[in-house]
């Protein structure tokens, strides 16, 4: 029962290089969402998946890139560092939409990144 | 668009204590909304949510909410804390039929012996 998981847990990277972060999930939900997470700013969506090669923009995507070519599997790569990404990163899950919303997230550990 | 407001950063407590965790939240329709509880290292996981019927609410580990629409409110209590209720707390909203989250920025709860 693995649920949904992150790696890698830590990373530290030089700006301009590029970094992927996997996330796996083995529910088989639809949707699958990336966050980043900082001091004084809460949970901030950077993209989300409704399904295999399906994904949308959330409020903070500039600089990142997502695919889905697997429902299992969502990862977000950061085309090229810059220290303003210096975050840590939670992936999450959750059921479709046909619940009308009522669907809870199931999250992922997290991944700290730091840019230096 | 929404949003959501924790209008305490940091609520230190002593243990055995009662507390309130305060959540306002703004929205021009009707969301679900929820309270989400995250310990050192660790991802965030589900205390409690409101949907719909009775506004009060109760979830894990002893918590409440209360979802008080007239003052757009979903605030969290537990009538007595313990020393491993020490994280940080986060509300958030989902609008109907919209499978997305809007956060609130978290309060760390502190609970001293």
């Known amino acids: 029962d693995a649920g949904i998981t992150q790696s890698p847990r830590y990373k530290i990277t030089e700006t301009g290089r590029q970094v992927t972060l996997m996330c796996h999930q083995t529910?088989?939900?639809?949707?699958m969402f990336w966050y980043r997470q900082d001091l004084g700013h809460g949970l901030r969506l950077i993209y989300y998946?409704?399904?295999?090669?399906?994904?949308d923009k959330g409020e903070v995507s500039d600089g990142y890139v997502v695919s889905r070519s697997k429902t299992e599997n969502f990862p977000l790569t950061l085309e090229s560092a810059t220290r303003s990404q210096t975050s840590v990163y939670f992936c999450?899950?959750?059921?479709?939409?046909?619940?009308?919303?009522?669907?809870?997230?199931?999250f992922g550990p997290g991944t700290r990144l730091l840019v230096l | 668009a929404q949003s959501v407001t924790q209008l305490d950063s940091q609520v230190p407590v002593f243990e055995e204590a009662p507390v309130e965790l305060r959540c306002n939240y703004s929205?021009?329709?009707?969301?679900?909304l929820f309270w989400y509880v995250q310990y050192p290292n660790q991802g965030l996981q589900l205390l409690l949510k409101?949907?719909?019927?009775?506004?009060l609410v109760k979830g894990i580990n002893g918590f409440e909410a209360e979802f008080n629409k007239s003052q757009t409110s979903f605030h969290l209590r537990k009538p007595s804390v313990h020393i491993s209720d020490t994280a940080e707390y986060f509300c958030?909203?989902?609008?109907?039929?919209?499978?997305?989250?809007?956060f609130g920025s978290g309060t760390k709860l502190n609970v001293k012996p």
């Open positions: 999450a899950s959750s059921e479709s939409a046909a619940g009308g919303g009522q669907e809870t997230q199931y």
């Open positions: 529910w088989s939900h639809s949707y």
């Open positions: 998946s409704a399904a295999a090669d399906i994904t």
């Open positions: 929205s021009s329709v009707s969301v679900y």
């Open positions: 409101y949907l719909s019927g009775s506004t």
């Open positions: 958030a909203v989902k609008r109907y039929n919209f499978n997305k989250f809007y």
